[in-house]
């Protein structure tokens, strides 16, 4: 079972996502300062156990990006969800580049929090199926189908061959590709791959789209009439 840590003050919303990742499926410890969060991480000599920490950024004690910038100083790569209700284009931007994974603006819908736990918990899945903090060496890749994306290098490989792809290109398709399946409107796609909403405009998604399956296949990245795209993917074992 997955170990997460919750580190968030707010008593009814951390008890409600406690509850909620309970639910499915997940060992949740939840802290409510910042130095109940370091406390549980790094003094107990626990934080290699946990497969994900989902951290507030304003606590009473202050702040969560102080926790992260410590994680990341002492290279623990285990996957960090920022939880804000910080709107600016710059907070973003600065929660990423300290290394975190994924950033969720408050408020938010809990079966969103969980689809993001799951899509940051499969990229640090190895060949065993083991977190990424269970395991000696980090985790760098990601495959699914005929489909390859090196993270260390930022390649993509597709049916044996090295596909060239922008920026941009490479981080739509590796978060259509980590969430098979999954419908994404235009507007979640530019929040989550550009970090901003609705600009510069939804026909920036179309074009992409195009551009990926021009040099992939047109059946991989699927229009979902009426809402976006989303990664067609069918497990034929």
């Known amino acids: 079972m ?3 840590l919750l580190v968030e003050d707010d008593q009814n919303l951390g008890a409600n996502l406690k509850r909620f990742l309970s639910d499915e499926g997940y060992d949740v410890t939840l802290a409510t300062t910042l130095d109940e969060g370091k406390s549980v991480f790094f003094d107990s000599g626990d934080g290699s156990l946990f497969s994900l920490v989902i951290l507030d950024w304003m606590l009473p004690d202050g702040q969560g990006i102080d926790f992260l910038n410590q994680m990341r100083s002492q290279s623990r790569r285990t996957p960090v969800i920022m939880l804000t209700a910080r709107t600016e284009l710059i907070d973003k931007v600065i929660g990423l580049e300290s290394g975190a994974n994924d950033y969720v603006t408050k408020p938010f819908e809990p079966r969103e929090l969980v689809a993001r736990v799951r899509a940051q918990l499969r990229g640090a899945q190895g060949p065993k199926g083991k977190p990424e903090s269970e395991k000696d060496e980090p ?9 390859h994306l090196d993270y260390a290098t930022r390649e993509v490989f597709f049916e044996g061959k090295k596909i060239e792809m922008t920026k941009m290109e490479y981080d739509f398709l590796r978060l259509l590709a980590e969430n098979p399946n999954r419908a994404f409107s235009r507007e979640e796609i530019l929040n989550k791959v550009w970090g901003y909403e609705n600009f510069p405009s939804t026909r920036t998604v179309d074009t992409h789209v195009l551009q990926i399956r021009q040099k992939l296949r ?12 989303r990664f067609r993917w069918v497990d034929k074992k």
Do not use: Q
């Open 139 to 147: 985790i760098e890749s990601y495959k699914i189908g005929d489909l």
């Open 218 to 229: 047109d059946e991989l990245i699927e229009t979902v009439r009426g809402i976006g795209y």
């Open 2 to 4: 997955n170990k997460i």
